[in-house]
């Protein structure tokens, strides 16, 4: 079935297949930065915005999202790219395989949550997952991006 | 010193943050045959009957393989320095399926759809046999989970085919019975450590292809490109020189990419079918059909003076391979290799045991190796020993553990040679609170808060075996190009190896491009494992890049027609010491390239080392434990570190914070369980928990310098060291505050509440 979306500014028409999840479709798009983590939604990785909310690309059934707007990293590159700064000053990509998914979510952050404490980003980001980092680099990256209370 | 010592960001860093296709999957190309494994349902079983003939007729199937169509020579699949240690147990497809997930057949077609479709399609009749499932019953069972005969061993490893047993190994210096019965002061105790999945985020994974010369070109997301290529050599039967391995980026590995998982499997269908081939792990196969920690029972008895000397260290050990041998030996002789040195007022050691072949996943390496579950036995058992003998658990340690210039008594010839281990204990006890705050403090509301430790060893790179070649060359422009085949998986190696390299050559960091890891182009390296890249190839880069200034300064000395004795090499030109001539490293790089009688200036070394030096660490765990419930709170961790000289403090940091988490879910989440068939229970982030941002308190990391008179700019390992003291730590706490001493892991809340209903326990305040 074709859908039409608007991906990262740009409106397209897409072939889906009926039980195609937008995730596969995404990196079918060629937006690389897509990834899967898991089978069963609960990683993270996989994280883009769905008319601006971050939401599970694997989750969502790719026919769902005819006629809504779709951003990914690529979408946001240059906001992304001042985020990475300090995340990459800190060391916490480390193998960066889950990096597009969290910093989508904390973009998201950024516009949803005015002033964040520590406790509200912590919850804000739990339902991405990181193996290498240990969590605490990003936290100190994100409180550096937002200006919250430096550690 | 200009670049070492300094907090660079990784060279790749902000690439892979934004998501640039770098990685293995983003890399294959569009027209890949996807490749799929269908999976046995047994945990042991022989195949009598398979009929594929309804998934080959599938339209868009390319081709689908059974055991008939492999070649019948057994292989290792554990990454490892040739001869590898780890026995020839497995084929690439076998009549006999050892495990639940083990691999039956083969299918490649032109898309996931038609690849699924097509496993359905395939009919397998099996003999079930009666399979081995508890480790510690293996060695009695009537089945012998290897039945064939023609297993391989490189070397004599204590294998006893017949009993399930792979390896049985015992190491002993002095009189441990006797010494034992001498002792005032005994404890004894048994450990259980889990099975621990790696769950690096990027699964299993790799692409291939055919080049234009007909050799078989595989990109895969591994640590271990030379060892895959051997590994391929033997098991298709083809030459190695056919054969050429690529690692782009990876997305973490600990240890699980040091074993062989995918590439067999798709290289096989492209020997076969002529065509580019590609293979994705799903989560549900990354953590049912690959590798996991080798689980083991330990049980440890020390014996002791009344001063509060440790005089007798003994553990005796019994380790799960699971279905294939995979790293069985090497993994279980780390158990005690990293833990028998540490404390050296001893009179009698020994680790003895065995490792066994059970029908479950197989074990394979996982930071720590060994180490990690050695580390929970023995200093759970010391602060067992500390109550016992009413002594500070941190005194006992400072007055037990080796120093600066000591032997013991498993290496008794030789000294180490590094070592603040003792400052790290001091350091420890000062950022956590120690003195204020051990053992407990009764909270309001039915909770106690507690603090507990452990320290720990590990290795740099495996003494006497692994070997690491560099090469470093000055290209036409002026910069350098560094080859090494060592595999940054994220810890940032590439970049440290650069700084390395820059220090040296007195130049900057973008000047130096870093290429890691081809077959066909990189110098050999065994690959990232055993702690060994910034210790070994750091090593052979060093020296490679002393080589490449020599030539400088011989070249820059030639054109100014002096003594190479007379000039320096300032990273930007060659100058007299008289300071009256100088030609730019620009001008020298450009000649060098150009007209008759010219040598490009490449820099070349090879490094090994007889030695492993130990990095340390002093670890303290603060708790809070609510005892109506049994949960277990995190509320901070300190970790302080001897890896030497630190090269990069940023992505040191990182890598102990990323370590003591994964420590932490060792210690409290993770399990990898089985039910009473064999299956996994465990196959995915819902049922096993790895840690998230709210389960791991704070992390306060301190570094306590020492100088390794053997390593690069006197740097040590740090990559595993970091994931050992959390479990034994944390369980100190936990005894500390309700009085669980907890011999198997993790600590859930289940065992804790228990523990808590019964009684207070814990030393005396």
């Given at each position: ?126 339902g991405n997952l990181c193996r290498c980092s240990g969590y605490l680099g990003q936290l100190r990256a994100v409180k550096k991006f937002l200006g919250v209370?430096?550690? | ?175 441990v019975e006797g010494e034992l019965k001498q002792c005032p002061v005994v404890i004894e105790e048994t450990f259980y450590t889990q099975a621990q999945a ?568």
């Amino acid at each position: 079935m074709q859908i039409n979306v608007m991906i990262n500014n740009k409106q397209v028409s897409l072939q889906v297949e009926p039980g195609e999840f937008l995730a596969e479709t995404l990196r079918k798009h060629g937006l690389l930065s897509v990834r899967r983590g898991c089978d069963t939604s609960n990683c993270g990785l996989c994280t883009v915005w769905i008319e601006g909310k971050p939401t599970l690309s694997c989750a969502v059934l790719a026919f769902r999202v005819d006629g809504k707007k779709i951003t990914t990293i690529e979408g946001v590159a240059k906001e992304a790219g001042e985020f990475a700064e300090f995340l990459v000053a800190e060391g916490a990509e480390q193998c960066g395989f889950c990096s597009p998914g969290f910093i989508m979510t904390v973009l998201a952050m950024k516009r949803e949550l005015p002033n964040p404490t520590e406790a509200e980003i912590v919850h804000y980001l739990i339902g991405n997952l990181c193996r290498c980092s240990g969590y605490l680099g990003q936290l100190r990256a994100v409180k550096k991006f937002l200006g919250v209370g430096l550690i | 010193m200009k670049i070492v010592g300094k907090g660079f960001p990784k060279t790749d860093g902000m690439m892979i943050a934004t998501g640039k296709p770098v990685y293995t999957d983003d890399l294959a190309m569009a027209r890949a045959l996807v490749v799929k494994i269908l999976r046995s349902p047994h945990a042991f079983a022989r195949i009598t009957a398979i009929d594929t003939s309804r998934a080959t007729e599938l339209d868009g199937v390319e081709c689908v393989l059974t055991y008939k169509d492999v070649p019948k020579v057994r292989f290792t699949l554990a990454g490892q320095t040739y001869p590898e240690p780890s026995p020839y147990d497995r084929l690439i497809l076998e009549e006999i399926v050892r495990y639940v997930g083990d691999e039956v057949a083969i299918v490649a077609a032109v898309d996931e759809q038609t690849a699924a479709r097509a496993l359905r399609l395939i009919k397998v009749e099996y003999e079930v046999w009666d399979a081995v499932l508890d480790f510690e019953t293996a060695k009695e069972h009537p089945s012998t989970v290897h039945p064939e005969d023609d297993l391989h061993c490189n070397y004599d490893i204590g294998m006893q085919r017949e009993r399930n047993v792979v390896s049985s190994q015992k190491v002993e210096a002095g009189d441990v019975e006797g010494e034992l019965k001498q002792c005032p002061v005994v404890i004894e105790e048994t450990f259980y450590t889990q099975a621990q999945a790696h769950a690096m985020m990027e699964t299993y994974r790799a692409f291939n292809y055919l080049d234009h010369t007909g050799r078989l070109v595989v990109v895969s997301s591994t640590q271990i490109p030379f060892h895959v290529r051997r590994q391929l050599a033997r098991a298709l039967q083809i030459p190695a020189s056919r054969i050429r391995v690529i690692k782009p980026r990876i997305g973490g590995g600990f240890g699980g990419k040091q074993t062989g998982a995918v590439e067999v499997f798709s290289a096989l269908v492209t020997l076969k079918t002529g065509k580019p081939a590609k293979i994705v792990y799903d989560r549900c196969e990354t953590f049912s059909c690959t590798t996991s920690r080798h689980a083991m029972r330990l049980k440890v008895r020390l014996g002791a003076d009344l001063s509060g000397y440790i005089r007798v260290i003994d553990i005796q050990g019994l380790s799960d391979t699971g279905a294939y041998g995979e790293h069985a030996s090497t993994v279980f002789s780390v158990v005690g290799a990293k833990t028998l040195p540490l404390y050296n007022k001893t009179k009698a050691v020994r680790f003895m045991g065995d490792v066994v072949y059970t029908n479950k996943m197989p074990a394979g390496a996982l930071r720590g190796y060994g180490a990690t579950q050695g580390t929970f036995a023995l200093e759970s058992a010391v602060n067992k020993l500390a109550e016992k003998l009413d002594i500070d658990p941190a005194q006992l340690r400072l007055q037990n553990l080796i120093r600066e210039g000591e032997s013991c008594l498993i290496h008794a010839d030789s000294s180490l040679k590094s070592s603040s281990l003792a400052r790290c204990i001091a350091k420890g006890q000062e950022l956590i609170g120690w003195n204020a705050k051990y053992p407990r403090t009764e909270m309001a509301d039915n909770k106690v808060r507690a603090v507990g430790m452990a320290v720990t060893m590990q290795g740099s790179g495996i003494a006497g075996i692994d070997t690491a070649s560099a090469e470093i060359r000055l290209n036409d422009d002026g910069n350098y190009t560094l080859l090494v085949g060592s595999t940054d998986m994220g810890t940032g190696s590439d970049t440290i190896l650069a700084q390395m390299a820059a220090e040296v050559l007195a130049t900057s960091l973008d000047s130096i491009i870093v290429h890691a890891a081809d077959t066909d182009v990189s110098p050999y390296d065994p690959g990232s494992y055993a702690s060994s890249t910034t210790y070994v190839t750091g090593m052979a880069v060093v020296m490679a890049a002393q080589d490449l200034k020599r030539q400088i300064i011989e070249s820059g000395a030639q054109q100014l027609a002096v003594e190479p004795d007379k000039v320096v090499f300032d990273g930007a030109a060659v100058r007299t010491l008289a300071g009256d001539k100088a030609v730019s490293l620009q001008k020298l790089a450009e000649r060098s390239v150009v007209g008759a009688g010219q040598r490009q200036l490449v820099g070349n070394a090879t490094y090994g080392s007889s030695e492993s030096p130990p990095p340390f660490v002093a670890g303290f765990a603060e708790v809070e434990v609510d005892k109506e419930t049994g949960k277990v709170e995190l509320l901070e961790y300190v970790a302080v570190v001897d890896c030497g000289t630190v090269i990069n403090p940023n992505l040191a940091r990182i890598q102990v914070e990323g370590g003591i988490v994964q420590g932490i879910g060792l210690a409290l989440y993770e399990e990898v369980r089985y039910d009473d068939k064999g299956r996994l229970q465990t196959d995915s982030f819902l049922q096993y928990k790895i840690p998230c941002r709210k389960d791991i308190g704070n992390i306060t990391v301190a570094f306590e310098e020492s100088f390794e008179p053997t390593g690069p700019f006197g740097a040590k390992s740090i990559g595993e060291v970091v994931i050992n003291t959390p479990a034994p730590a944390i369980a100190h706490a936990v005894y500390n505050a309700v009085g669980l001493r907890a011999t198997s892991l993790p600590i859930t809340p289940e065992k804790v509440f228990q523990a808590a209903g019964s009684r207070t326990g814990g030393p005396r305040p």
